[in-house]
């Protein structure tokens, strides 16, 4: 019998190198230590993305529903990210990488 264990839970940090006034803010999600995705928004909220360890990008839900916390409390992933992001990243993992042809 196949065992499997759970996966490892999705962390959050935010990327604090010096930001634009006005520039996007950005987010770097790791599972055990590896980064798997990034997660960024412009300065209002009013526009979020995502962009997968393989490069892929995709829009994401808003602040509100993806982030928790700050202030005070510590920023985390909301249930709802937590959900959203294992769907994507379960569909990666089962999509092959193709190659592509070479030029020539």
């Given amino acids: 019998m196949k065992r499997t264990s759970a996966p490892l839970p999705l962390t959050l940090q935010q990327v604090t190198r010096d930001r634009e006034p006005f520039g996007d803010y950005l987010y770097e999600i790791f599972r055990g230590g590896t980064l798997v995705a990034r997660y960024a928004h412009d300065y209002r909220?009013?526009?979020?993305?995502?962009?997968?360890?393989?490069?892929?990008?995709?829009?994401?839900?808003?602040?509100?529903?993806?982030?928790?916390?700050?202030?005070?409390q510590p920023l985390r992933l909301s249930d709802e990210a937590a959900r959203f992001l294992e769907a994507r990243l379960t569909q990666g993992a089962a999509r092959p990488v193709r190659k592509r042809a070479a030029k020539r």
């Fill in 45 to 72: 909220g009013d526009a979020c993305w995502l962009v997968f360890a393989g490069g892929r990008k995709e829009d994401a839900p808003g602040v509100r529903d993806f982030l928790t916390g700050g202030g005070t």
